[in-house]
């Protein structure tokens, strides 16, 4: 009999014919003699649901209120999938994230779970009940409701996973696994039997929201079993590996990710003198929006150009602060523009593969996408392009990379 944590997301508890259909299946485990934490998101629709709620109130209200309100969603399907469970015989208990204690740090809307109390669950399992917790969610050590960020609930699951050393957790979605790009955008995307931790963590924090990044994280510290697959349909899914067990068919990338939400600020025309950079981007640092992209140019006439990507949400504060540096710098004007998206492929098979920059880009150029920005590292290569091409670019570069093929290897599964 062994230990096994599942997540299901917001769409697969999205009604209450889903959390019936839910309630099956964790019944069907139960009855298989495992032991089973279930970690619920909240209805899908119904986070954005409050905090749409909230800015009709107040544009800027407190993290602190934030938290109390958009964990309230979780709460609702603990009690609802228990519920659930009881009605079919098997024994089940619900739990907020403090009842359990999942302490976290108290950066309200991005908490960190810093520790996890398990007395109370391992008295539970021991007695035969199903757990269900909700995700997303815990308490600081002043017993405030912290969130985890958007997409939190699997970092609960695989931090449960770990805490209560798991065998496996199962992340539970409305896709049957991790692909090779957003299944939503290429339809030639193909899923992935297996992705190394890696790749996973380099695929979530290029914009692939199937799994949260610190889900990820915390799966490769602690060394958890993290398989991802769909809720409703029956197959192997995707198992997260911690090593690269066939180095030899490993293809060169393993997938493209993308998003829409960076913003990008020019600085044109910086006296071009050491100690620049750090004049623009100390005080960006200071007013706390983080940069991603960096790209200054060299020019002749000892003026130079900054170029660098924000947040999209950040734009307006980093204009503004930005609009300041540039008079004092005396440089010549500030321009920004949110209509980009960043494109990136990722694969640890670059490591050993010369070439992927310029095949990438060839691909890019084939279709006419000029590139405004690149950044590289070990096991990634990102673009900032225009937004109207993301699509476009995906799918050149799926189908340059052959990412519809399943690799040279005997034994993969066949493809769904
Ligand atoms: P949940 O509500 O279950 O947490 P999410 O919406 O957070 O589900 O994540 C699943 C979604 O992630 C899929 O519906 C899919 O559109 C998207 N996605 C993005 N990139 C990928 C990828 N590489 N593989 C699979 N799904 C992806
Ligand atoms: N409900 C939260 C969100 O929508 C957390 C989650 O679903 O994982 O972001
Ligand atoms: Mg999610």
Redesign the pocket.
């Known amino acids: 009999m062994s230990l096994i944590v599942q997540k299901f ?4 508890v999205g009604s209450i014919e889903r959390i019936e259909q839910v309630a099956d299946k964790v019944a069907g485990f139960r009855a298989g003699g495992h032991s089973i934490v279930v970690v619920v ?1 909240a209805m ?1 629709g119904e986070t954005n649901r409050l905090i749409e709620l909230a800015s009709e109130i107040q544009e800027h209200p407190t993290p602190r209120e934030m938290d109390v309100l958009v964990s309230t969603g979780e709460q609702v399907t603990t009690a609802l999938l228990a519920m659930a469970l009881n009605k079919r015989g098997v024994k089940a208990k619900s739990y907020n994230g403090s009842q359990v204690r999942i302490l976290t740090d108290d950066a309200h809307t991005k908490a960190r779970i810093k520790e996890i109390d398990d007395a109370r669950l391992h008295a539970d399992l021991k007695e035969g009940f199903v757990i269900v917790v909700a995700g997303f969610q815990g308490v600081d050590e002043h017993g405030n409701i912290t969130t985890l960020g958007r ?1 939190g ?2 970092t609960t699951a695989v931090a449960l996973a770990a805490a209560l050393k798991a065998s496996e957790c199962q992340i539970y ?3 049957d ?8 955008v290429v339809d030639g ?1 193909r899923r992935l039997d297996k992705i190394t931790f890696e790749e996973m963590l380099e ?1 979530a924090s290029m914009g ?3 799994l949260q990044i610190r889900a990820v994280e915390f799966a490769g510290k602690y060394n958890v079993p993290l398989r991802v697959l769909h809720s409703f349909q029956e197959g192997p899914g995707t198992l997260i590996t911690l090593e690269d067990d066939a180095e030899m068919e490993t293809p060169t990338i393993a ?1 493209i ?1 993308f998003n829409r939400d960076e913003a990008k600020l020019t600085i044109l025309g910086v006296p071009d003198m050491p100690g620049v950079a750090h004049h623009i981007l100390g005080p960006i640092g200071e007013a706390n929006i983080e940069v991603d992209v960096i790209v200054q140019n060299v020019a002749d006439d000892n003026t130079t150009d900054f170029t660098f990507t924000v947040g999209r949400n950040d734009l307006p504060r980093a204009e503004e602060v930005l609009k300041k540096v540039a008079e004092e710098i005396k440089a010549l004007e500030v321009r920004s523009d949110n209509k980009i998206a960043k494109v990136s492929v990722v694969g640890v098979g670059m490591r050993s593969h010369a070439g992927v920059a310029s095949q990438m880009f060839a691909a890019l150029a084939e279709v006419g996408i000029n590139i405004q920005m690149i950044t590289t590292s070990e096991i990634k290569i990102s673009v900032i392009i225009e937004e109207k091409f993301l699509e476009l670019a995906v799918r050149a570069l799926h189908s340059s990379f052959e990412l519809e093929e399943e690799p040279n290897d005997e034994n993969a599964d066949s493809v769904i």
Request: without cysteine; proline residues 4%.
């Open positions: 997301g917001g769409t697969s998101s899908s997409g609930s699997d979605t409305d896709v696994g991790v692909y090779t790009t957003d299944p939503r995307a695929m692939s929201k199937v997938g990710a």
